[in-house]
């Protein structure tokens, strides 16, 4: 089992930055992809970015390319999503997953939440001035 904690979402202004944080503990070495997921209301939950622990290698979707950042502190079993130049269109119940496929699998599309194995209770960001 893999427990998943985020923390860091709040208000910030358009244009601002945030950072969250996914803590992870339990059985860390049972999963590859650490994975940031969104979801606004009346929305379908969909992929923000996606970290794969074996390679190191990370993935965006379109919308948050260049504006936001994932990376990994192994030793405090920590994912994180910086997020900078936020809008208004961003604002969501942010959601970190895990999963023992890789990113890249061909068996489920990273950014889809089908499939993941362990997901946090998620952390609300909203942007607006």
């Known amino acids: 089992q893999v427990q998943l904690v985020e923390s860091g979402g709040g208000l910030a202004q358009p244009g601002g930055s945030l950072?969250?944080?996914?803590?992870?503990?339990g059985s860390t070495l049972h999963?590859?992809?650490?994975?940031?997921?969104?979801?606004?209301?009346?929305k379908e939950r969909e992929g923000v970015s996606c970290l794969s622990s074996s390679?190191?290698?990370?993935?965006y979707a379109d919308s948050v390319k260049s504006r936001?950042?994932?990376?990994?502190?192994?030793?405090?079993?920590?994912?994180y999503l910086?997020?900078?130049a936020l809008e208004p269109e961003d604002t969501a119940v942010?959601?970190?997953?895990?999963d023992a496929l890789s990113c890249t699998t061909p068996y489920r599309f990273w950014g889809l939440p089908l499939g993941y194995d362990?997901?946090?209770?998620?952390t609300q960001v909203t942007v607006s001035s």
Not at 19 to 25: E, I, N, T, W, Y
Not at 31 to 42: H, K, L, N
Not at 55 to 59: L, P, V
């Open 19 to 25: 950072r969250l944080s996914c803590a992870a503990s």
């Open 31 to 42: 999963y590859d992809a650490i994975s940031w997921f969104r979801q606004a209301p009346g």
């Open 55 to 59: 390679t190191g290698d990370t993935y």
């Open 68 to 79: 936001f950042t994932i990376s990994r502190d192994n030793a405090k079993n920590t994912v």
């Open 82 to 84: 910086q997020m900078n």
């Open 94 to 98: 942010y959601y970190c997953a895990a």
């Open 118 to 122: 362990y997901w946090g209770q998620g």
